[in-house]
């Protein structure tokens, strides 16, 4: 591992602990979001207290904090383990961010840019599914979990050397959504069109 690496690590961690969602609620005067709703600073908590145009922005800073460091490896030659784990040092940072006292969300929008250097077919599938799952259940959670355990699979078929660094970014992802599977599970989870408060 070469010193390159570890300071694309520093890097992706640095631009991941950057919590745009609570950034932008401050801008919009919508409060804290880790206080109201779902309590996770992300584009869907964030769509529910402020509507489109600041999820809008949260969205689109999250996927390229993970786009951006990993494009920049992918640039600079880092085999593909390293890559796997500069998305996910940028996944780490938007979970427990260092400008926020470590509590951030769940990284599922960096989690995908993350992916975006890997291909477009690959991001295709793998927004098409979140998009279906969403739209079919109402559900952010569910959509983002069925998405990351068929990211392997996605990356098997059109980039089969990330393969294996896709799955270890997707187990994270997963095993970050845990509370939202227990709540799935006992139909307790709060819904992306739905204003109530979860404790």
Not at 97 to 116: D, I, M, R, W
Not at 151 to 173: C, N
């Amino acid at each position: 591992m070469t010193a390159l690496t570890i300071l694309m690590f520093a890097i992706a961690y640095l631009l991941g602990s950057i919590s745009s969602a609570i950034l932008v609620c401050k801008l919009f005067n919508l409060g804290d979001p880790r206080l109201q709703g779902s309590g996770n600073p992300g584009a869907t908590n964030v769509f529910r207290l402020g509507g489109k145009t600041p999820a809008l922005f949260v969205l689109i800073f999250d996927v390229l904090k993970g786009t951006v460091p990993v494009w920049f490896s992918y640039y600079l030659g880092l085999q593909p383990v390293y890559l796997a784990f500069v998305a996910i040092f940028a996944c780490l940072g938007h979970m427990y961010p260092l400008f926020f006292q470590f509590k951030g969300g769940k990284a599922v929008a960096t989690a995908l840019g993350a992916t975006l250097p890997l291909g477009a077919d690959l991001a295709a599938m793998l927004l098409s599914t979140w998009i279906l799952i969403s739209y079919l259940t109402n559900y952010s959670s569910l959509a983002s979990i069925t998405t990351f355990i068929l990211a392997p699979i996605f990356t098997w078929i059109v980039k089969p050397d990330y393969a294996i660094p896709v799955a270890i970014l997707s187990t994270l992802i997963i095993v970050r959504h845990r509370k939202n599977i227990v709540r799935l599970i006992f139909k307790q989870e709060t819904k992306i069109r739905d204003k109530k408060q979860i404790k």
